[in-house]
């Protein structure tokens, strides 16, 4: 990784002129073309990622996702022409090639419609097929998950379909696939674009996208960059994942799709519907023009929820003397424990509009635009018991034997209503001129998540006997009658939040590409730049009340707001509270509630800020066929100019003169770094059927939002004891001069496909990763004179990663389906989010009346962070799904779904496995729908 000072203008005159004159004569005498499409026998339908080689010549092209291939320069004479498609034996054909300039013709690959017709009309064989062609196609490392593979599994969102692959795994959130991570590397450090377009991220602190935002009945193909070439983003240490939705291309003629289903989720007996539908079509305009207008709308409306129990602050070692004994006696035990219950109902609804033009085979005009809104309608009810530790001794309680002792408890609700929202508009053109290949486009992303209104109340109540008994699963809870009494809980506190978020992109890119013959061998160029501005602001809104929340001179208990008692699976839950009845007295009696001025200042400016991004990238490629290498190495550059505006927010607690105040003051922080980013990637074939790849690269990844917003919060309190005056200063603190995480990587994998649909593939891979950030002490750095405590993200030293993928897919002629892929990483340190294990399975079998899936997915465990000095796991996850179709024509399908067969929760735990720190259970879902779509 080099880091370089020079300015961007200077560095793209001296790119432009190492570029220009590297290259040899690009003038030719034979400037003929050879151009096509690949389709099937009823040219109904295109296929990307085919090989199609120009034998004599020894040249090849890979097909676009309309199908279409081009060479230029082609001396004049006959050739053969193989086409090769996984799945299908290869087809060769005879050609001509003239000085006169061809028409645009048609191939059909297979010799025999039988041998296609699988593909085309039924399941995941077809999508199988195209997503191994374009990964054994590709020159760089790829995976893909084609829009008919993310139909065959029980997957609501593209996070859930990118599960499958090697080498992944996701986060989730309520039981549903949220961020997804590559090779054990944390989701905030990959890349997400979608129809090239980078995506913002709608959450406050984050880069990482939530792609459970995004339904899957939008998406063409879902694409996973793992080695990186000069013309993509650099910020991806981890890959590149790339989302492409629908195009009126993909088909030569008119499609369409309807799905209706309603899924079912046991835990809560609650029934959801959801609808989606498609459409596209082909339009011949005068003079040859087409006009090509795909649309996809997508909505579901899922009622579900999950009970769970947490600790707060986890597990510790608590010393006392033994009130009998006089024994000093250690206990290992929890001061917090909670018990919780989410109802939720979540709404996804996503549009896609997409147009093409194509004024010629040389020409083509683009407009993706996509629309997504996701809306998080959660109440929570929560049991938090809180057990002060000074009452801790043999006499009162033993903690494995769950025996009460008096202590405090909270019954507190949580009321919100999240909306997520993620638009992206991205328009663009291609130009072949000669054998110069002109791209351009200019896109605008804008990403924002508003919570209107959030309501936070809290009842407490005092000397309630309580306990619990730690089952090595969970706590288990146990109290005697007045702790489930609503007449011992008074209103205690009310939060009302309005919060929002916005994060948005704006880019403009420019690439040229030239195809030229060097020493008989096919070579091109490439350079390009881009120019990204990236804007996120987080705007929190908090207003804290503590007091006159009397009615009539009388305390307001939660008595007042009580329902029956709540069905929970993980204990005695007791009753819960309203939430109409909450929201309503609150709305009508809240003028006269007491404001906690100083917390809501503390809380509101301490978490908002407006950060800024300028990001302008050059870069020049060149990429070469020799015989059985292919070759691209290059170089990128990336400037970074960062800025962020927040607040230092101090408060002074002064005992001595009894008094309190906040200061809130205007932080600003500039900041600039350059990368120059070298890569290499490398195929080799050793047949049609065996190629090795190995590759060299080096990404980056820039903090997340939260690490380096220009935030303070500061606490100094003054004491006095016996006379002598005491300050005492403790502080948490962004870091806007971080720097960027810097990666090298090397990759290096032999992949085979055998002759039906298939792939046996083993990769090891190694990144070097520097400026790791982590959160730290720094009061000892010399910035922070008189502070005994501040807490901030820093770089830390080098770490680094080894790693072992592995996969095996195979189709069968009998339509027995077989896949299993693992990935194994050994990481130097432990990394946030990183598990050492990620593996899949899948058995199915397919004919053409019925299609049927089990699946699996299995993540070991993986750090999260460090509470009370000891480290806390996501421990490892294992989910079977099953899914069945039955065809009852080429066109409309019945199936069948099961999720989380076997009710697999979610669990983490404090140190070792039998301190649980936070258990959730959502119980199995069940999906029945039907499907009709046009071949």
Same mark, same amino acid.
């Given at each position: ?155 609501? &969102?593209?996070? =859930? ?16 696939? /949220? ?122 409306? /899922? ?41 939720? =109902? ?152 309005? &919060? ?51 009615? &009539? ?127 290499? &990637? ?145 990481? =130097? ?36 962070? =460090? ?69």
């Amino acid at each position: 990784m080099i880091q370089c000072n020079l300015r961007p203008s200077l560095l793209a005159v001296a790119c432009s002129v190492a570029l220009m004159s590297s290259i040899p004569s690009l003038a030719s005498d034979d400037n003929n073309v050879f151009s096509g499409r690949i389709t099937d026998s009823s040219q109904r339908v295109y296929f990307e990622g085919a090989k199609v080689e120009i034998v004599e010549l020894k040249r090849s092209a890979v097909t676009e996702r309309d199908g279409s291939f081009r060479f230029d320069n082609l001396p004049a004479g006959d050739y053969t022409v193989i086409i090769h498609y996984v799945g299908v034996p290869a087809t060769t054909k005879q050609i001509t090639v003239t000085n006169e300039k061809p028409a645009i013709k048609n191939y059909v690959i297979a010799s025999t419609q039988s041998d296609i017709e699988n593909l085309v009309v039924y399941g995941q064989r077809g999508g199988q097929a195209g997503a191994f062609s374009r990964q054994k196609n590709a020159l760089n490392q790829l995976s893909v998950v084609s829009s008919d593979a993310i139909g065959q599994l029980p997957d609501q &969102n593209a996070a =859930e379909a990118l599960q499958r692959l090697p080498g992944l795994f996701i986060q989730r959130d309520q039981g549903e696939g /949220r961020f997804v991570g590559i090779r054990g590397i944390d989701p905030n450090l990959n890349n997400v674009t979608i129809n090239g377009l980078n995506v913002p991220s709608p959450e406050a602190g984050v880069r990482s996208v939530a792609m459970d935002v995004l339904p899957s009945e939008l998406i063409s193909s879902l694409e996973v960059s793992k080695t990186v070439t000069p013309d993509m983003d650099a910020s991806a240490v981890g890959g590149s994942i790339e989302v492409k939705s629908l195009s009126a291309f993909d088909r030569q003629a008119q499609s369409y799709s309807f799905t209706s289903q309603v899924s079912h989720n046991v835990l809560f007996d609650e029934s959801s519907p959801k609808l989606s539908a498609g459409y596209s079509d082909i339009y011949e305009l005068n003079n040859g023009v087409e006009l090509g207008v795909a649309t996809a709308l997508s909505w579901f409306n /899922r009622k579900f929820g999950s009970h769970n129990t947490e600790t707060d602050g986890g597990w510790s070692h608590y010393q006392f003397e033994d009130s009998i004994t006089g024994q000093d006696v250690e206990v290992f035990g929890a001061v917090e424990v909670e018990q919780r219950i989410y109802n939720i =109902e979540r709404e996804r609804l996503g549009f896609a509009l997409n147009f093409d033009l194509r004024p010629s085979f040389d020409d083509k005009f683009y407009l993706r635009t996509l629309y997504s809104e996701f809306s998080d309608d959660e109440y929570r009810l929560r049991n938090e018991y809180k057990f002060d530790k000074g009452a801790i001794d043999s006499s009162s309680l033993s903690i494995n034997n769950a025996s009460f002792v008096n202590a405090e408890m909270d019954r507190d609700t949580k009321d919100r209503y999240e909306v997520q929202k993620i638009v992206s508009i991205v328009a663009g053109a291609e130009h072949q001129i000669d054998d110069y290949l002109m791209e351009y486009s200019v896109g605008y992303s804008k990403a924002s998540e508003s919570e209107p209104n959030r309501i936070d109340a809290s009842f407490r109540g005092k000397n309630l006997h309580v306990g619990y008994q730690n089952t090595r699963t969970y706590p288990l809870l146990v109290q005697s009658n007045d702790a489930h009494s609503l007449q011992q809980f008074k209103l205690d506190e009310i939060t009302q939040e309005d &919060n929002l978020t916005e994060d948005e992109e704006a880019s403009i890119r420019f690439d040229l590409t030239k195809e030229f013959i060097w020493q008989n061998y096919n070579m091109q160029w490439k350079a390009g730049a881009k120019y990204r501005h990236r804007e996120k602001f987080n705007n929190a809104s908090l207003t804290v009340f503590d007091g006159s929340f009397d009615l &009539n001179d009388s305390d307001v208990l939660a008595s007042a707001f009580g329902t029956a008692n709540q069905e929970y699976n993980l204990g005695d839950f007791g009753p819960g509270l309203s939430r109409e009845l909450i929201r309503q007295y609150i709305n009508n009696n809240s003028a006269m509630f007491d404001i906690n001025v100083q917390e809501s200042s503390i809380e509101s400016a301490g978490a908002s800020y407006d950060s800024n991004e300028h990001i302008f990238a050059l870069y020049g490629m060149l990429s070469a066929d020799i015989n059985r290498w292919h070759f691209v190495a290059g170089v990128r550059f990336e400037d970074t100019e960062f800025e962020t505006n927040g607040n230092q927010v101090e408060l002074l607690v002064d005992d001595v003169n009894d008094a309190q105040s906040v200061n809130i003051n205007q932080w600003v922080v500039k900041q600039e770094y350059h990368h120059i980013l070298p890569s290499l &990637n490398i195929k080799y074939d050793f047949s049609d059927s065996l190629l090795a790849r190995f590759a060299y690269t080096e990404t980056l990844a820039r903090p997340s939002f939260s690490d380096s917003a220009a935030s303070q919060l500061i606490e100094t309190e003054v004491t006095s004891e016996e006379g002598i005056v005491e300050t005492e200063r403790k502080a948490e603190v962004g870091n806007p001069q971080l720097a960027a995480y810097e990666s090298n990587n090397i990759d290096l994998s032999l992949e085979y496909y055998p002759e039906h649909i298939g792939v046996i593939s083993a990769g090891i891979f190694y990144k070097d990763i520097d400026n790791f950030i982590v959160k730290k002490e720094v009061q000892d750095n010399g910035q922070w004179s008189g502070f005994k405590e501040v807490i901030q993200p820093v770089n830390g030293a080098n770490t680094s990663l080894t790693g072992v993928e592995l996969a095996w897919h195979k189709t069968f002629e009998s339509g027995l389906m077989l896949g299993l892929n693992g990935t194994f990483v050994d990481a =130097e340190d432990t990394l946030p989010n990183q598990s050492d294990t990620v593996a899949n399975m899948l058995l199915g079998f397919e004919n053409n009346t019925v299609s049927l899936r089990l699946s699996a997915t299995y993540k070991s465990k993986s750090f999260m962070f =460090e509470d009370n000095n000891a480290g806390v796991y996501e421990d490892s996850h294992t989910q079977i799904d099953f899914s069945s179709k039955y065809y009852f024509s080429d066109t409309i399908q019945l199936y069948f779904n099961a999720v989380n067969v076997t009710n697999e929760p979610y669990r983490v735990f404090h140190g070792a496995r039998q301190y649980s720190y936070q258990y959730e259970e959502y119980g199995r879902a069940f999906e029945l729908g039907f499907s009709i779509n046009s071949l």
